[in-house]
């Protein structure tokens, strides 16, 4: 049975896609610690431990995680942006990005941010065209 995020990389379950390319996927996640909080999955590979990942699939997945926080660097006023792999909800492996001010930010624990479908629109939209000029 595919995974929920197999399904928004099938286009079954709506997203705020920031990048893409035939192996990996990148969204906004819903419930964000920060406005840009992304989340870089493998589309093809289910595993929910990212160092379970054959190797072409995990170097794969963390150069296309590189662009993908450039991208957010670039798009999104921050200090820098953060990486975290936790994988604990849902089993399919999956990059957190996270646009950082303090190392606070980087708390899963902390309220969440709410923003708007508009806010969301916008701040992948803007992740998106600095993902095109880097590629």
Known sequence: MPTVFTKIAEGEIPSY??????????FLDINPMAAGHTL??????????IFSLDSD???????FARKVALAIGKAIPCKRVGVAVLGMEVPH????LVPLNSEAD???RKKKLEM???EFARTA???????????
């Open 57 to 63: 699939t995990y170097m794969g997945l963390c150069a």
């Open 17 to 26: 896609k920031v990048a893409e390319n035939e192996d990996f996927y990148a």
């Open 116 to 118: 708007s479908p508009e």
């Open 40 to 49: 870089v999955i493998p589309k093809h590979v289910e595993d929910d431990y």
């Open 106 to 108: 980087m708390d899963f």
């Open 125 to 135: 939209s803007a992740i998106y065209n600095e993902y095109v000029k880097i590629n």
């Open 93 to 96: 492996t999956h990059i957190h």
